[in-house]
């Protein structure tokens, strides 16, 4: 008799396992959002609450966003590298990221409330008292003549355009080769990840001081887009992870084993390194330059509680994850590897936060329960339109010609 493996069946979700779940997440996510839209515009425009709204929504939104562009990622990592140990869990990196359409609907209130977050809106009718904004303002607005195109949004359009429409295709193109098993959809996927890749380097870089650090126009730093790429790897592959473990100890993907866990755990591991040498190297260069512009980030996210928050993060998204997954068996273990993907989650919300709240909160860290709200509404809604959608289509991609050689991997 022969021991080989064989290929395994399509699988498909059981959604109506999961009414009550779906319920729950539709039930909370939508009181909460409701009560954080309704407060949130009732208030004046430049009040305390109004700010406090418009930067709790910028923190939940990136929260997300950054995670949804971190799977994208290993989407297009996986078919420009010809990957074949990453099919049997390539669905969900597709189905993480086919949620980014949605993430258009929660940028719009970010658009309502945008005075109160960049100040340079209000300010640029002024920008002669400021030769900071003066010579910048030209990246947030193009003038032709008597035209004047507000770029700064029209770069918004176009990166919901490029994560939206290259999630879609790559999830479609998928789905669609399970219906054929035609390997040519293979090869074509393969051939625009790379293309893919340097849209996704230009667009995460842009956004990154678009929409994490303009409120400080004056600031600038050309490591910043890496810092944030490092932390939307890191968070999606700890969200794929979670998702495939979650999957797993429903009944599912019964083909997927320690030897997946292991390169996961593996690329996980990578990403904690990465986020930290690029974390310091940023931090160490601005030090030792000692340039006024530069060292204003800083100084302000070291001022009172900011400063304990941030030797915190240093910490818990560094040296803790580094020390636990330097062990094959933490990266083997579902039941350890999910609990590290857990923490590194948790660090990541630090993370975004400790980068846009101090812009608010100058003089120490302020929990507010908007930014509570805000983290709910959003994830609770995404956690219900991800398990909707997610039985319309097997649980794997069931006839791409790699799945035998990835049910058959070995470390």
Request: hydrophobic fraction near 55%.
């Amino acid at each position: 008799m022969s021991h080989e493996p064989l290929v395994p069946r399509p699988e498909v979700f059981e959604s109506r396992n999961a009414n009550r779940i779906l319920l729950a997440l539709l039930g909370v996510g939508g009181t909460c959002l409701l009560i954080t839209l309704t407060v949130g515009f009732a208030a004046h425009s430049g009040s305390g609450l109004r700010k406090q709204f418009a930067f709790s929504w910028l923190f939940a939104f990136l929260f997300f966003f950054t995670i949804l562009i971190g799977c994208y990622f290993w989407i297009i990592v996986h078919h420009a590298t010809d990957s074949g140990w990453g099919v049997v869990v390539r669905r969900q990196m597709e189905n993480l990221a086919s949620l980014l359409p949605w993430m258009v609907l929660f940028f719009l209130p970010i658009f309502f409330v945008r005075r109160d977050i960049w100040s340079w809106i209000a300010e640029k009718n002024f920008a002669v008292l400021d030769p900071h904004l003066r010579d910048k303002l030209s990246y947030f607005e193009l003038r032709f003549g008597p035209l004047i195109v507000p770029f700064f949004w029209v770069r918004a359009v176009l990166y919901f355009a490029y994560f939206s429409f290259a999630a879609l295709y790559f999830r479609r193109t998928s789905v669609r080769q399970d219906s054929d098993g035609d390997p040519r959809w293979s090869t074509q996927m393969r051939g625009v990840s790379f293309p893919g890749i340097l849209l996704f380097a230009a667009c995460t870089t842009l956004l990154a001081f678009d929409w994490f650090s303009s409120p400080d126009y004056r600031w600038a730093s050309t490591m910043w887009g890496v810092y944030i790429f490092a932390g939307a790897a890191g968070a999606g592959m700890s969200m794929i992870i979670l998702v495939v473990i979650g999957l797993k100890n429903a009944g599912y993907l019964w083909y997927v084993n320690e030897e997946h866990y292991h390169i996961m755990g593996k690329l996980l591991f990578v990403f904690t390194i990465f986020w930290g040498y690029i974390g310091f190297s940023q931090y160490m260069l601005m030090w030792y330059a000692n340039i006024p512009e530069e060292t204003e980030w800083f100084l302000r996210r070291n001022v009172e509680s900011w400063n304990s928050l941030n030797t915190f993060l240093v910490i818990g998204r560094f040296f803790l994850p580094f020390f636990y997954l330097l062990f094959q068996y933490t990266k083997r273990n579902p039941k350890f590897l999910g609990a590290i993907a857990l923490w590194v989650l948790a660090m990541h919300i630090l993370d975004t936060y400790v980068t846009i709240m101090p812009f608010l909160h100058q003089t120490g860290f302020e929990l507010s329960i908007m930014d509570v709200l805000s983290l709910v509404s959003i994830g609770c809604l995404l956690a219900f339109i991800f398990l909707l959608r997610l039985g319309g289509a097997s649980l794997f991609p069931a006839r791409d010609p790699r799945l035998l050689e990835s049910v058959k991997l070995s470390n």
